[in-house]
């Protein structure tokens, strides 16, 4: 909002600067969070008939669980533990599944003098900027994934000084490259200095008589440079938590994340993992999905297992333009060696995005030779995550271009420019020898 008040030409209006304060930014923050926070409550699930214990808990074999309650949890049987400082309660549960959710932490590189300057993640910054009367003046974000862009563009939209540091040769790595190009070029249109192909050396803090100094010293074809910085964030991945709740001493296989087969069962096949500690994606709606079926699994899997299925998964980085995708992209059917034809469609040319003075990005489509299967889909543009939904669907239940070009969109809204991107696909494989014979034909309709 703050963005759209200081370009307000673009809708008619004048341009304006936003006044605003940054703790009542937060305390927003803070207020959606409490608001959506019953969705995944303790409430909740106590009303759906789940029982909760709050508490540490440890595997202690592949059928029990020891738990170490927090102060004054309540137990199985409704007591609470003490909070006189005493001995913590410890209660033991068996069971005959047991299912591993125990997801992920922000990675911390091990970034000498990182430690000494401080530093906050995506899990801290809320908390730790939630009393600041001012956004941080000048940011240094580590990270050029999904949670570095994202943030970066929203701090820098506030009014930081963002610089963003890459190792990688560009933003997004995991796109294809016009997907990074557009990311860098919205980025750098909002302030923030991009510096791909960089990797950061180490941290400093000096003392002078201005106060303290906090530098990121990088490196760039073979040259120190030297950024200082009132915060640094890390946003450079999130790593499974695999250590001190019981799968060392189990012997259970761990690589990058709790090791499973094609049913989420880990070496013990009553013992299930689901979500970012299994892999191999770290999004809620895919530990949702996986949910499922290990829940679905530990529960029946005596008369009958279910693989997960993860043929079509969508994903959506929230910058702006958004970026979203499902399938493959062109430099996944490379690398696998797939086939495939691309189909382009810009949305500068979609009356709705016009109307909104959203008239950028694209709808790109994979699909197989000659066919209009769709292999993969990504979009870049407003609401792209939402316009992806079509294609989730249409993949998941085997409908191709065809289908969606004869389906009616409601005009104008942004969803026709999937339709328009179909109709791009059809018309690069229209019936030639056909449409020769009903030109003849209609010449000869004519005399």
Known sequence: LAHQMRHASRYGLTDAAPAFSFKAVMARVQAVIKAIEPHDSIERYTGLGVDVLQGYGKLVNPWTVEITLNPGAPGPD????????????????????????AGARPFVPPLPGLNDVGYLTSDTLWDELAQRDEVPKRLVVLGGGPIGCELAQ???????????????????????????????????????????????????????EAGITRTLVVEHNGTEQRIEFDDLLCAVGRVARLQGYGLEEL??????????????????????????????????????HQAWYAAVNALFGEWKLFKADYSVIPA??????????????????KAQGVPFEVTKYGIDDLDRAIADSEAH?????????????????????????????????????????????????????????????????????????????VKKYHDWKRG
């Open 251 to 288: 012997g259970i296989p761990t690589a990058k994340t709790v090791e499973t087969n094609e049913y989420l069962q880990t070496l013990y096949p009553n013992i299930y993992a689901a979500g970012d500690v299994a892999g191999p994606y770290q999004f809620t709606h895919t530990a949702a």
């Open 316 to 333: 959506a980085t929230f910058i702006d333009p958004e970026v979203a995708r499902v399938g493959l992209n062109e430099q996944e059917a």
């Open 361 to 437: 990005g694209f709808v790109k489509v994979l699909t197989v030779p000659g066919k209009d299967t769709i292999l993969g889909v990504t979009i870049v543009g407003t609401h792209a995550g939402d316009l992806l939904a079509e294609y989730v669907l249409a993949m998941k239940h085997g409908l191709g271009l065809n289908k969606i070009l004869g389906t009616i969109h409601t005009y104008p809204t942004l969803s026709e420019a999937n339709k328009y991107a179909a109709g791009e696909w059809k018309r690069a494989h229209a019936p030639q020898q056909l449409l020769a014979w």
């Open 154 to 208: 929203s701090f820098a939209r506030l009014g930081s000084q963002v610089t963003q540091v890459e190792m990688a040769p560009r933003l997004l790595a995991r796109e294809d490259d016009d997907v990074s190009e557009l990311v860098r070029q919205s980025l750098s249109a909002d302030g923030v200095r991009v510096l791909t192909g960089h990797k950061a050396l180490r941290c400093e803090r000096t003392h002078t």
């Open 78 to 101: 409704g007591a609470p533990a003490a909070t006189d400082g005493t001995a913590p309660r410890v209660v033991r549960l068996t069971a005959r599944s047991i299912v591993i959710a």
